[in-house]
């Protein structure tokens, strides 16, 4: 028999983790893939960081509470949930703009070749970023989107650069990071790893996947808050070679020297463009403590018991309203979502949210469900899905309401 | 005979702007042209952004809290300081992200003409970004970086882009930004002007000089917090046809749409890449209300006044103690800030610090004092003076801790 909701939270090594977080009375949070919830202690860091160290230390913070080293602090932060070392990682930035520093970066690294690989599927703005470095290169490249099950034949030794999410944002499927990395060394060509969906929710293996390059996002499952800096990665091997072409200053081997010669610094830093985002940079900072001490295999563990716990209460309500898994159940090939495609997905969503249970809805058809392990406990998940039975049954989500589409849906 | 500071102080019509300001008690300012001081009420916006809007509120936000249009909003704020359409500019990313965005574009505008010109003098930034564009483009520009003198000599009919920033960072020297742009606009080249001590400064006038594009820096004259977002403005006839190659997804034309192929916005907000940084574009927007009513001209004269008190009562230290004044006496040839070499330079700043007086310090060896209008007042210049005699008098800046130079200078 399986265990009641309450058993497992009992049992739970993270439940008093939880604690950490500020959840608004009565709320089920199931979009921390999307945006993380808030750790309590945040706003107080953020609130020193503006009255003590702007406010009244002003331009001396950037030594005496060292903000000119935020990007490799916080980086060393990250590194360990993401298998880097901390000499790797940086904070800076968007996904987006990291991945233009990486993709321009490592295409330079290969320079006979002339394809890039991804998959159809992959976020949008991955795809959109190659789109971009390939116009300004005059179309030099042949852009190989192919769907999932293509990936391996796609690569081929003409091949670049390999750019693939590791966790599928809309189905929540974990792509193999260790055999598609090979894949793509065998024949030559380097890859870069998007983990925004990762980075967080479990344990990532770059170094042990031998992977060349990676970026993550700071407001997901690491709870930067809203459009905190990411982050990006560079294998130790890689760094020298790795030239930017978004060469800011602070990226510059000696910022102060004001040379108007660009010089790169010698390690990862090279890839910090502009001045720090201070403010962003010291939520993210403050965030990423409630990651200490934590097994991130014990995450895992959770993440998959919430997970399965979801999909098997879930599963009479499948047939009964016409939902549809699009999420493996295989253990090793999903991230820390749930996703389902429903021909009123949009609507279900907003009636469930209605209904004091967060999730959110990608186009076409998908109704996404996150966990995140810090906080999402066991009776998220039982409460969650009674309520939605009870938006099916009610025929709530037919309201004319719920059909109206918000700019950011 | 010259009015005293505080017969200056009581006739300044922009006085009370300074109690808006945390200014710590003793403390005088002169380097908000690097780091501008905390509004007071700008730490409550933040905290609200954080327990309510992101703790609370949570995902919903986006629409609820219109995050997701941040960046078109704080640029519209920004725009009336610069001579701009609100339309015309957004807020985002670092001054480096945003000098690449315009400048590739720029550059596809122009597709038959092999020369970027810049002032070799320039802040390194721009200067770094070029290069990196050029590398990109395996070296396809001819950087015509030259002494300011020579300029327009340089701007022949082979020029793509001039780049140019409108006041120089060492020496508080303002550029002709209208002869300038019409020189480059006679020979069929475009412009970006880097506004990073102008905007708050004084009133910049981008349409008046028919500016093709500009870039901006929210942390200095505008007050918008450490590290704060920049701006970029797009002149309204260029917005169509430049085309973004850093394009992200927010800079599509339907980003929740989720289509894999690239379609730019139709306007200014192309050229937003990743998710808005919402922390910093909260402080920035809060920041930016100190501006609401303050005419902008009014802000010259009072600038004027400042830098030209600060000059007058320097005339006798220079002399005596081996100042040499390197910011332009001519009123159209300054920006609000004011500086010397001297040998000792560094010194000379660190023991000025330690006597409660903040400018800054740029290699070799100039010493800067930055004039914010909104919150410097006439008896700061005049105690600064005051304690910069002392300094000088004492020998104090002799001593050898003050030649001690730390990480960020």
Redesign the interface.
């Known amino acids: 028999m399986t265990p009641t909701a309450a058993t497992l939270d009992a049992r739970d090594p993270l439940a008093p983790i939880r604690a950490k977080f500020?959840i608004?009375d009565g709320?089920i949070?199931l979009?921390g893939n999307?945006?993380g919830?808030?750790p309590v202690h945040?706003?107080e860091r953020?609130?020193r960081?503006?009255?003590l160290?702007?406010?009244?230390d002003?331009?001396?913070?950037?030594?005496t509470h060292d903000?000119?080293?935020l990007p490799v602090r916080v980086g060393a932060q990250i590194a360990r949930l993401i298998g880097a070392q901390d000499n790797e990682v940086i904070a800076c930035?968007?996904?987006?703009?990291n991945l233009?520093k990486l993709l321009?970066a490592a295409l330079?690294l290969r320079p006979d070749r002339t394809v890039i690989v991804s998959d159809?599927?992959?976020?949008?703005?991955d795809?959109?970023?190659a789109?971009?470095?390939n116009?300004?290169?005059s179309g030099k490249y042949e852009l190989r989107?192919v769907k999932r099950d293509q990936l391996e034949a796609a690569i081929t030794d003409d091949v670049a650069v390999v750019m693939l999410t590791e966790v599928d944002y809309r189905t929540g499927e974990r792509l193999d990071m260790k055999s598609l990395t090979e894949r793509a060394h065998a024949v030559g060509a380097l890859t870069i790893w998007d983990l925004a969906h990762s980075a967080g929710a479990f344990p990532v293996e770059l170094n042990a996947c031998n992977a060349d390059f990676a970026v993550g996002c700071g407001?997901k499952y690491l709870n930067g808050?809203?459009?905190?800096?990411?982050f990006l990665m560079v294998a130790e091997r890689n760094q020298s070679a790795a030239?930017?072409?978004?060469?800011?200053?602070?990226g510059?081997a000696a910022?102060?020297?004001?040379?108007?010669?660009?010089a790169p610094d010698a390690g990862v830093r090279r890839l910090t463009?502009?001045?720090?985002?201070?403010?962003?940079?010291t939520?993210l900072s403050a965030a990423l403590e409630v990651f200490d001490g934590v097994d991130m295999h014990a995450l895992r563990v959770k993440s998959l018991a919430l997970t399965d716990l979801f999909m098997e209460l879930m599963h009479s309500l499948e047939t009964e309203y016409g939902f549809e898994l699009v999420t493996p159940t295989d253990h090793a090939a999903r991230g820390s979502q749930v996703s389902y495609t429903h021909p009123h997905g949009y609507a279900v969503m907003q009636a469930l949210?209605d209904a004091k249970v967060?999730g959110?809805f990608?186009?076409p058809e998908i109704v996404r469900f996150g966990f995140t392990p810090l906080y999402t406990n066991f009776a998220d998940v039982a409460t969650a899905v009674q309520r939605l039975e009870t938006v099916m049954q009610s025929g709530a989500y037919l309201e004319p309401r719920f059909a109206q589409k918000?700019?950011?849906?």
Chains 1, 2 share one sequence.
């Not at 002003?58 to 030594?63: D, E, F, K, P, V």
């Not at 930035?93 to 703009?97: G, H």
């Open positions: 500020h608004p709320l949070y979009d999307s945006l919830m808030m945040v706003p953020v609130q960081a503006m009255t160290e702007w406010g009244t002003l331009i001396r913070s950037w030594n903000w000119i080293d930035d968007s996904i987006s703009v233009f321009s330079k159809i599927d992959n976020f949008p703005t795809l959109y970023i789109q971009g470095i116009a300004m290169l989107f407001y808050g809203p459009g905190s800096p990411a030239l930017p072409v978004l060469s800011g200053w602070m510059h910022p102060f020297a004001f040379d108007p010669n660009y463009a502009g001045t720090p985002a201070v403010l962003g940079m939520a949210i967060i959110d990608r186009a918000s700019k950011v849906t």
